[in-house]
Nanobody
Framework: QVQLVESGGGLVQPGGSLTLSCAGY????????MGWYRQAPGKSREMVAV???????NYSDSVKGRFAISRDNAKNTVYLQMNGLNSEDTAVYLC?????????WGKGTQVTVSS
């Protein structure tokens, strides 16, 4: 059974940094794509950053130059380094992974940017 477990969310001041981690379990061959989406109150879910096992990362325009995604394939873990955070980044961040035709989601971790 596939499970994605996020960690690293929290409260940070504007301009600050946070690193999110997501460990994937239940896939011996590893996940093809891993990444992050986010959902703010009253808004639809949006892609933040996604990275395939062999390809280049794909970022939302709103986070380009501030966020960096990376992954450790041996550990089935994906990371999101977030710098220059602002109030618009406040949201629940959800880990995403794909395996074959299936997509999986974590439960989410809250990121709040506030002074």
């Amino acid at each position: 059974q596939v499970q994605l477990v996020e960690s690293g969310g929290g409260l940070v001041q504007p301009g600050g940094s946070l690193t999110l981690s997501c460990a994937g379990y239940g896939s011996a061959e590893g996940f093809y794509q891993m990444g992050w989406y986010r959902q703010a109150p009253g808004k639809s879910r949006e892609m933040v950053a996604v990275l395939s096992r062999v390809g280049n990362p794909n970022y939302s325009d709103s986070v380009k130059g501030r966020f960096a995604i990376s992954r450790d394939n041996a550990k089935n873990t994906v990371y999101l380094q977030m710098n220059g955070l602002n109030s618009e980044d406040t949201a629940v961040y959800l880990c995403y992974a794909s395996l074959g035709i299936y997509n999986y989601w974590g439960k989410g971790t809250q990121v709040t940017v506030s002074s």
